[in-house]
């Protein structure tokens, strides 16, 4: 990483910790853009080079999941299914980084459920994370996977881990302890896609057709 790079990922960071600070002390319609900026000790205008509106902080690493699902689709090995892979991609996204079990990760559950602009910013991310993830998914294993079976398989997916974490986050005390979420979460997502599992391990276990 440069150190460009390295400049924009800090002050990125602080504009998160900024807004965490002030939505929690001041709720989220009270806090304004400007607020933000301020406390992160920048101009406003220089706050839209980052991000592109106030809920858009709650939501700094959608982009980096799905790009980790993506990756782990293309680097595949010859007996891998599309569940392991997916699975493979949550592991990742765990070992890199601990936002689906922080501070931020339970403010968002709460503002999800009590604010309309923040629930539906989350929806649409989730939709279009499942669009890319599916066609991926479909383009990779054409021989298993139609579009729908696609959007099928990578709509359990992303349901068991949203639904593992409003379970998850509803207890504070949890978020002391990262890696026992992800645990749960990956336990979850191995209860969602154990038919997927079952499936690709038969495929595997099957002789060629006409070799039997």
Known sequence: MSLRERKRARIRQTLVEAAIELFERDGYDETTIADIAAAADIGTRTFFSYFASKEELLFPESD???RAAVEAIESRGPDDGPAEVLLRALRKVGEDSDD???RLAALRLRLVRTVPVVRGRALQIQLDAQREIA???AEAFPEQL???SAAALTGAFIGAITSALQVLLDDTDKLDDPAAVQEAVR???DVAL????RASAWTVEQPPHGTA
């Open 194 to 197: 154990t038919p997927w599992l």
């Open 64 to 66: 980096a999941r799905v």
């Open 135 to 137: 066609r991926n998914l």
């Open 187 to 189: 336990r979850a997502t």
């Open 146 to 148: 139609d579009e729908v």
């Open 100 to 102: 689906m079990a922080s």
